[in-house]
């Protein structure tokens, strides 16, 4: 099955600088990637999601990249916010219906 | 739409007991998928259903647990009998079909399970 590790466990910014979250996959078959935040005793939600005919997609602040030969893709948020602070859960699927996630990643963005 | 509901929200029960926890999700999703989330092993795909049909159930974890889905609008997942290892968090997440283009998971709000 697939196998997607994630990096780093835990990440501190300072407010207003960049974070970069990695992921790697090993099935070359998969062609979807979502994001997710988490934030505290809440549930996942989406923030943003690639497919593999894509390589690069942006939403504001946050954008993701994909890299299919080397097979891993990287969360970016710039301009970092306090309300940023959250566990961020990369996943890789090749059906859209089973997601493999990450480990996650804990973002603090110190103010 | 309410989104995911699940219940109970929290559940704390004693060593050996039957649990049982619910998912209604969002209406016109023919996919539902149960997940369990720890702190050692992340967030894990128990079992997923199509059409109230489970297509893959390889990560349900052992023969203590079990999931049904008798109707487009309802789910359990039973964990009978409980162990104190089986503490976690257990999400219920909905979705269209791939084909329809949207392809985000919707999560619940969870059950937090505690096990004594």
């Known amino acids: 099955g697939e196998n997607v590790e994630q990096h780093p466990s835990t990440l501190s910014v300072q407010e207003g600088d960049s974070a970069v979250i990695k992921c790697t996959y090993s099935d070359s078959a998969s062609n979807y990637f979502p994001w997710y935040k988490q934030e505290l005793g809440k549930r996942p939600q989406l923030i943003i999601d690639?497919?593999?005919?894509?390589g690069e997609k942006k939403d504001q602040r946050i954008a993701v990249t994909l890299n299919k030969t080397a097979k891993h893709f990287s969360l970016h948020i710039t301009e970092t916010q306090p309300e940023d602070s959250a566990v961020y859960f990369c996943?890789?699927?090749?059906?859209?219906?089973?997601?493999?996630f990450g480990s996650g990643t804990k973002l603090n963005v110190k103010p | 739409d309410a989104g995911v509901i699940q219940s109970p929200r929290h559940e704390v029960t004693e060593m050996g007991q039957e649990v049982t926890l619910r998912c209604k999700p969002i209406s016109g999703h023919d996919y539902l998928f149960w997940y369990r989330q720890t702190m050692m092993r992340g967030l894990e795909l128990l079992i997923y259903f199509n059409n109230n049909v489970p297509i893959d159930d390889s990560g349900m974890p052992e023969d203590r647990f079990s999931a049904k889905m008798p109707n487009a609008s309802f789910s359990t997942l039973k964990i009978q009998p409980s162990e104190p290892r089986d503490s976690a968090v257990y999400f219920c997440?909905?979705?269209?079909?791939?084909?329809?283009?949207?392809?985000?998971?919707?999560f619940g709000p969870g059950t937090r399970l505690t096990v004594l």
């Open positions: 690639i497919r593999s005919n894509v």
């Open positions: 997440a909905s979705s269209f079909p791939p084909t329809s283009g949207v392809n985000e998971q919707f």
């Open positions: 996943a890789a699927s090749k059906n859209f219906n089973k997601f493999y």
